[in-house]
């Protein structure tokens, strides 16, 4: 596990835009593992501000998102195909074709969730995964359990996530119960991962994750398994974690 330690929101999201931008140019037909919530903005900002400067091209680029809310349709103002589109899509030159995020208002939920992983196998798997933090430890949807979910499955919320993402919303009501998401096997499968993290309320669940034992009551520890993992923290999240 790689720590690189920035100062602030803006400055975490330049050192995460730095290694995205680094597999782009590298290969430039990759497949990346995208991530939604507040965490990852700063870091599309970053990429779009460089693909406009004329110093990234993402016309061969193929990406996956990791998870979509059941029952929203891409065009939903708070699906997150629709955050995709509004936060990097739109700004940058992939090919719609080439942007892949699990159907929300697919019939037949487990049709659907061995579609996307068979996808995600045709293309040669993920090439860098990016992540975010949530409160209690998940990655994608991937909520504490008994044990670590392997393939893209459908995933109760929990009331934590529940409780975090109504900022979104407006009202906790309006915050949908269900969401697919990629599985621990499917995210561990990349062959880089990046993970950022920011604000002191992720700064104890950080710290859990990443100094305490591997399990699947928080999902994130099984992170400390990968050959070529890099967390990105500003100060306050980072806070906890042994010099």
Known sequence: MRI????????????????ISAQIIMKPDCVLGLATGSSPIGAYRQLIDWHRKGDLDFSQVRSFNLDEYVGLSPSHPQSYAHFMRERLFGHVNIQPQNTHIPDGTAEDGE???ARYDALIRSLGGIDLQLLGLGPNGHIGFNEPGEFFEKGTHRVALSTETIQANKRFFGREEDVPRYAYTMGICDIMQAKRIVMVVSGAQ??????????GPVTPLVPASILQLHRHFTLVVDQEAGALLPE
């Open 4 to 19: 690189i330690r920035a100062r602030d929101y803006s400055h975490m999201s330049r050192q995460a835009a730095n290694i």
């Open 111 to 113: 049709a659907e969730c």
């Open 202 to 211: 992720k700064a104890e669940i950080l710290r859990r994750a990443f100094f």
